[in-house]
């Protein structure tokens, strides 16, 4: 039997989800006294933080996330360009 996986369509870019969650938790930490709980938010906040970077790099200059059509085009059209 073959399982079917859910798959949804995001309504929210990966950049915004990733600041959303990031100052969710850093109001927990906030809270928090030094322990190993804050100490695990820091880290998840780090990798948060880290994740938003390297989307941004990632990212084809002077597209934005929501205009998708337009970065793809601007990509195929760099690839057809190159010579490898």
């Given at each position: 039997?073959?399982v079917?996986r859910?798959?949804?369509?995001?309504?929210?870019?990966?950049?915004?989800?990733?600041?959303?969650?990031?100052?969710?938790l850093?109001?927990?930490?906030?809270?928090?006294p030094?322990?190993g709980?804050?100490?695990?938010?820091?880290r998840?906040?780090?990798?948060?933080?880290?994740?938003f970077?390297?989307s941004?790099?990632?990212?084809?200059?002077?597209?934005?996330p929501?205009?998708?059509?337009q970065?793809?085009?601007?990509?195929?059209?760099?690839l057809?360009?190159?010579?490898?």
């Amino acid at each position: 039997m073959v399982v079917k996986r859910h798959r949804f369509k995001q309504s929210q870019p990966i950049e915004e989800r990733l600041a959303q969650n990031t100052a969710q938790l850093r109001e927990k930490a906030e809270v928090l006294p030094p322990c190993g709980a804050r100490e695990a938010i820091m880290r998840r906040i780090t990798q948060n933080e880290a994740a938003f970077n390297l989307s941004e790099v990632l990212r084809p200059r002077g597209c934005s996330p929501p205009n998708k059509s337009q970065c793809l085009s601007s990509i195929t059209g760099q690839l057809s360009r190159k010579r490898y």
